[in-house]
């Protein structure tokens, strides 16, 4: 058995109201024994690290929505409308016009082997100046070559002729999602994955496998220590058992500096097949490898206009928001997941969407209730007080993606949603005032994974230009830290063993250069990670 080892900072912030500031931490393998001053720290007898004594201290930040993707996907040109660090630290500029996006492309050519598809990501045409990327643009990268630019949101792609050609997709093709122009052709625009599906199929091209081995688990995990995460979600992994198999072993090891928590996709396949496919990957969980229930996805993304909004629909442009499952659909599947007592997460973007969860939901609980089910609402972006309600009384947690407030909340105010329901976009002031609990997420790679930006994000509702999007929304300091520490291993079902630094709990830990309490709030983002710890271990002692 390990000795009792005794960490000291200038302050650390446990999350747990009974304790909520103290300045040492003990710890005995691997799991908190006591928190306390130094005056009470006196007594324990054990080792005394001082690693941190000029650092502050919580618990590690649990990301609760994001994808493994995030770590490999940066095999591939960087694309996007803002500065991103990738998994390695190298910074990759902003292409915010279009030949900047195709010399970002036409330079990664060269490298590929003849026949093999060009792909660039983090595209968004809402950032772009000049023409939007159309199957014309992408042709002058290649013509005989498929070139595929994913878009930021994960919910669209544009792709080149040849890519087309290769789906079938012509001026007979009538297939949901697939753009035409005024001539009745396809600009090349590819909407969902109904229509995105066909095409990556015949290119090779599944942003799922590029999850799948141990090099995209570890560049994953690299990119989440550097954000000061020690637990982080796979939301909606395509996994069968030679992945669980695979996943288990590598994050098994003692350098594996993350927990993984896995939430298994239910869409795409029967309702059943999934039921019993999770519960045999139970047995591949373990202490750093956990199954947190099952996602389904109803809508879209509001910048990509694919996300069902209540009326009047999108403010300016074109409104073909998507049902990736028609809601009759969701009930059935919904009530199936819950009867067999798993935790169900959806995605709902779009006002229209989240009532369409909730009344599945509602359907599900009246039909069989249960205690404790802890279903979510994942993204919830345009929830309003009255859906807050009543998730609130179905005992349904929303799972909030406040980084839009900054990455995209500019256009959402004046191209997709319009000011008024950009003001209450991501409305975590209002969940908490209707008693529903409550987490924040990244959903990276859609955005960048940095729990604190996350945080700030909450806290100041500040666009890219500056614009303060309804400032009486914001929350608090404390509140939107709780929302990426323990709210957010709430809504995994892992807030007894993460989450905060309470007594009998895991010891991960985040170490940071500055308090987050004392800081100005517009200046939470600007701290440093110095470290985090995994069960009392530092995760800088590993090969990361």
Known sequence: MAPLTIFRARRIWTMDAANP??????????????????????????VRDDRYADQFLLPGFVEAHAHVMAGPIWRYPYVGPADRMDDQGRLWPATRSMDAVLD??????????????????????????????????????????????????????????????????????????????????????????????????????????????EDALRRFASLARRAGVTTIADMGRMVDEDDARETAA????????????????????????????????????????????VKLMIDGS????????????????????????????????????????????????????????????????????????????????MADTAQFERMARLGVSANLFANHLYYFGDQHHDLTIGPQRAARLNDGRAALDAGVPLSLHSDAPVTPLAPLVTAWCAVNRRTESGRILGGERALTVAEALEAVTLGAARSLKLDHEIGSLTPGKRADMVALNDDPFHVPPEDIRDIAVTDTALGGISTAQGAR
């Open 250 to 293: 590598t994050t098994s090891t003692a350098d594996y500096p993350v927990r993984l928590a896995v939430v298994t996709m239910g869409m795409f396949s029967p309702v059943a097949d999934i039921i019993a496919r999770v519960e045999r990957l139970a047995s591949f969980a373990h202490d750093k490898l956990h199954f947190c229930g």
């Open 302 to 381: 509001i910048q990509g206009y694919t996300a069902k909004l209540r009326p009047p629909g999108y403010h300016r442009g074109e409104d073909h928001g998507i049902w990736n499952m028609a809601p009759q659909q969701l009930i059935q599947t919904v009530e199936a997941l819950h009867a067999a007592g798993l935790q169900i997460h959806v995605h709902a973007n779009g006002d229209l969407a989240t009532d369409a969860a909730l009344d599945a939901f509602e359907a599900a609980v009246s039909a069989q209730p249960r205690r404790d089910h802890r279903h979510v609402i994942q993204h919830a972006q």
């Open 104 to 213: 970002r492309l036409k330079a990664a050519e060269p490298a590929l082997a003849p026949g093999a598809p060009l792909i660039g990501w983090g595209f968004d045409p809402l950032f772009v100046e000049g023409a939007v990327a159309d199957r014309g643009l992408l042709d002058a990268v290649s013509t005989t070559r498929p070139v595929v630019l994913h878009h930021s949101n994960g919910h669209l792609i544009t792709v080149n002729s040849a890519a087309l050609a290769l789906a079938g997709y012509d001026s007979t093709t009538r297939v949901t999602g697939v753009a035409m122009d005024a001539k009745g052709e396809p600009t090349g625009e590819l909407r969902e994955f109904a229509a995105m599906m066909p095409v990556l199929r015949r290119l090779g091209v599944d942003l799922a496998d590029i999850g799948r081995g």
């Open 21 to 46: 500031a103290v300045t040492h931490v003990a710890v005995k393998d691997g799991r908190i024994v006591a928190v306390g001053d130094a005056d009470q720290a006196q007594g324990w007898q054990g």
